[in-house]
């Protein structure tokens, strides 16, 4: 079955730490986007990526990294320099604009 | 003024009701416009694209008034299984790759 995966479902957080959240699918799309949700908000774009070895920042990008080393996976790391780590990410792609599916998200909490 | 703005709800009807969800947008050349699905602690999943010409999806309306720049969407016979966030989407150019706009969501319980 074609779709995309996100691991975990759920992390922990020291602060101070680096974390890495993985983003995979086998759907051939080029585009792949990393989302933040909050309580209370809308969906907020971190980083998206039309094709391999490119990506643009969002809306909201200080303190978080990607990468797009292949086109199946975008891994989305979350620095210590983001202040406000605690939230619902989720990875999304497309292939046409047309339809945007999204992984089952991570849920990543600060201690 | 937010670029895609709901109304937050909740929305408490009652089963078989009829309801209606509007959105404002704030970029009149904004392209392509969506409806998604999305239940507690998960992922948005699509329920319908908008067209200017309207569409419908079984129990499902959606509309578009691109003068006006103002969507809706449709419920009728509300199901217990409506329950849901509905967030208004909205793509403000063509082409791939491009990035969606979200609005904070209308909140649906239909209750027996």
């Known amino acids: 079955d074609g779709g995309i995966t996100q691991s975990p479902k759920y992390l922990f957080r020291k602060e101070g730490q680096n974390v890495t959240l993985s983003c995979e699918q086998n759907?051939?799309?080029?585009?792949m986007y990393w989302y933040r949700q909050d309580p209370g908000q809308g969906l907020r774009l971190i980083y998206y990526?039309?094709?391999?070895?490119?990506?643009q920042k969002g809306d909201i990008a200080e303190g978080y990294s990607v990468s797009r080393e292949k086109k199946e996976s975008f891994p989305l790391t979350v620095t210590s320099a983001q202040k406000n780590p605690t939230a619902f990410y989720l990875c999304?792609?497309?292939?046409?604009?047309?339809?945007?599916?999204f992984g089952p998200g991570t849920r990543l909490t600060v201690l | 003024r937010k670029e895609v703005e709901q109304d937050p709800g909740p929305f408490n009807v009652p089963e078989g009701a009829t309801v209606a969800f509007n959105c404002t947008y704030s970029?009149?050349?904004?392209?392509?416009f969506f409806w998604y699905r999305q239940d507690c602690r998960k992922e948005p999943k699509l329920l319908m694209s908008?067209?200017?010409s309207g569409n419908e999806d079984g129990r499902f309306t959606a509309q578009l008034n691109r003068a006006s720049q103002y969507i809706s969407l449709l419920i009728r016979d509300s199901k217990l299984s409506d329950s849901a966030t509905y967030l208004c989407?909205?793509?403000?150019?063509?082409?791939?790759?491009?990035?969606?706009?979200f609005g904070t969501g209308t909140q649906l319980k239909v209750e027996l």
């Open positions: 999304a792609s497309t292939l046409d604009s047309i339809g945007w599916f």
């Open positions: 759907l051939n799309h080029d585009a």
């Open positions: 990526s039309q094709i391999v070895n490119d990506f």
């Open positions: 970029n009149s050349a904004s392209q392509s």
């Open positions: 908008v067209y200017s």
């Open positions: 989407v909205v793509n403000p150019t063509t082409g791939g790759g491009n990035k969606l706009t």
